[in-house]
């Protein structure tokens, strides 16, 4: 304890967890005489989206959890707070994926505890690039691949809205009007780009009712084909989470909001 | 040579005595409950005292600003390390006090080949009422105080560090007077910004009386203020989010403190 209070290690939630062995980088390869873990089926979350509108940038995902055919969970949270204006959605294993929202929380508050500061979104963007970085064992083996979508609000200069997808690599892409990953994510990229382009709005201009329209359009388009992705259910009144971050913080929209718009513009 | 018994007890109460004698100038810190949570306040010149711990713990500290650094990183690790291991409802004030500062603490003071820790801190744990609020203040040699005297029967609802004994004592004697739990966040800055005129008057006048009217204490005050500022952070009871600390704009503290 407070060995190293100097140095680049001081400020790294990571760095000290590993010194206690509470956290450890993905084995490589499977040990030798191991067949590797080809009978095992992880648990697989998917579809998730995001893209900017007027009133910052929308997060929504579906509630699907899935192991090859088998639903496993019909309530799973994709969109995660990590802080007062930043979420993590994930597609991907969910085991590693959920831990690794958890390493970032921790990571980012104890920055800003001890450091006396907020860590800048470059630092945030590079802090879960590195958690992904040191999961490549797991992708490599096939069978903890997360690829999580970023989305927080950057108060330098004018304040603006920011976005971000990783490759299961930990590569960033920022993007300037939406992002998609999992498996529904092909044809949420369809709708995506069909209504920036040639909707009524492109969509950085639609309202939060219009953008909120848009997501459940778009999951509703990728649950159609997509057996992993959940997409709404009318009986059980399970509906996606939709995230909004903006310069004020992170609203969770409620149920009846939702549901009301998914009766009214998609139903 | 040290090694006697007589000479390690002599050691130990020369340690004491310089601790105690650097510690005498610093710029007493009051934390207390009131209606919507917990609101530290001090007066200081340059460096921050008050430093969010954990979700619902904060700090407050005086004394030599590398140890204060070295005891505030050591209760950040143990309460992230805990809260990232098990959740966030198992890190508990009363254990990062008693189980891991205060030995912490009392081996290093122990030690005279070694240096002592020069601070004298105050923490303070929010609850969902006044009544469940922790307050502790742990001493430069481990020990631990709960809020106000042994003589209370039941916590008081606030805990203060000054420099010297006195000053402690005047501030908890004021408090004991005007302080209420159930109070306003303005009522409370009142009333700390008193406690905090008062301890700060016996760092210069040991011999400052039992009850100093509310004109002398806004007379220090000011006079204080010439070169200083305020500084307060809150501890809030209710939120959607898990972090209750903020520390307190200065124009917010303007505008609760003017009138």
């Not at chain 1, 996606?240 to 998914?262: C, E, H, N």
């Amino acid at each position: 304890m407070t060995k190293d209070s100097l140095g680049a290690a001081a400020s790294d939630f990571p760095a000290l967890l590993r010194q206690h062995g509470l956290l450890n980088e993905a084995a490589l390869w499977p040990p030798a005489g191991n067949p590797g873990p080809t009978a095992f089926t992880p648990t697989q979350a998917t579809t998730i989206l995001a893209f900017k509108f007027t009133g910052g940038v929308l997060v929504a995902g579906d509630r699907r959890a899935t192991a090859g055919n088998t639903v496993v969970y019909d309530r799973a949270d994709k969109v995660l707070e990590i802080d007062r204006h930043s979420i993590m959605a994930i597609a991907g294993v969910p085991a590693t994926a959920w831990e690794m929202a958890r390493v970032l929380e921790h990571s980012l508050q104890y920055f800003r505890r001890t450091q006396l500061q907020e860590m800048s979104v470059d630092g945030k963007v590079r802090a879960l690039s590195k958690l992904l970085r040191d999961n490549f064992g797991f992708v490599v083996q096939g069978i903890g691949v997360v690829v999580p979508i970023f989305a927080t609000y950057d108060f330098a200069g004018e304040g603006q809205a920011r976005l971000y997808f990783y490759d299961a690599m930990g590569a960033q892409f920022e993007v300037a009007e939406y992002a998609a990953t999992g498996s529904g994510s092909p044809a949420v990229r369809g709708v995506l780009f069909y209504e920036n382009r040639w909707g009524k709005k492109p969509l950085h201009k639609l309202g939060e009712q219009d953008a909120v329209t848009v997501a459940l359009r778009a999951l509703d388009t990728a649950a159609e084909a997509d057996t992993a992705t959940g997409g709404v259910d009318r009986n059980a009144r399970i509906f996606p989470i939709i995230k909004v971050i903006s310069r004020d913080g992170i609203k969770t929209l409620p149920d009846r909001q939702i549901a009301a718009r998914f009766n009214s513009t998609v139903a | 040579m040290i090694e006697e018994p007589y000479r390690w007890v002599e050691a130990i109460a020369n340690r004491r005595e310089y601790i105690e004698t650097q510690l005498a100038p610093g710029s007493p810190i009051a934390a207390l409950s009131f209606r919507d949570g917990i609101l530290f306040l001090t007066v200081g010149r340059a460096r921050q005292k008050l430093f969010e711990i954990y979700d619902r713990i904060a700090m407050g500290a005086i004394g030599h600003p590398g140890d204060i650094e070295r005891l505030r990183m050591a209760a950040i690790e143990l309460a992230s390390t805990e809260g990232f291991t098990r959740s966030a409802a198992d890190v508990s004030l009363r254990r990062l006090a008693f189980y891991s500062l205060s030995p912490l603490l009392k081996t290093a003071f122990e030690q005279v080949y070694g240096a002592p820790y020069l601070a004298r801190m105050i923490f303070a744990e929010v609850g969902a009422t006044p009544a469940d609020d922790l307050f502790l203040r742990v001493e430069y040699d481990g020990a631990i105080a709960a809020a106000g005297s042994a003589a209370d029967a039941k916590p008081p609802g606030f805990s203060v560090i000054g420099g010297t004994a006195r000053g402690t004592e005047l501030m908890e004697e004021l408090l004991r007077r005007e302080h209420d739990s159930s109070s306003t966040l303005k009522a409370a800055l009142k009333v700390a910004l008193d406690a905090w005129s008062v301890g700060s008057m016996a760092r210069r006048e040991p011999a400052v009386g039992e009850n100093p009217s509310r004109e002398t204490l806004r007379q220090e005050r000011e006079k204080e203020l010439q070169s200083a500022t305020v500084e307060a952070g809150l501890l809030e009871r209710a939120g959607t989010s898990a972090i209750r600390y903020r520390q307190m704009s200065a124009e917010e503290l303007q505008e609760m403190t003017s009138a």
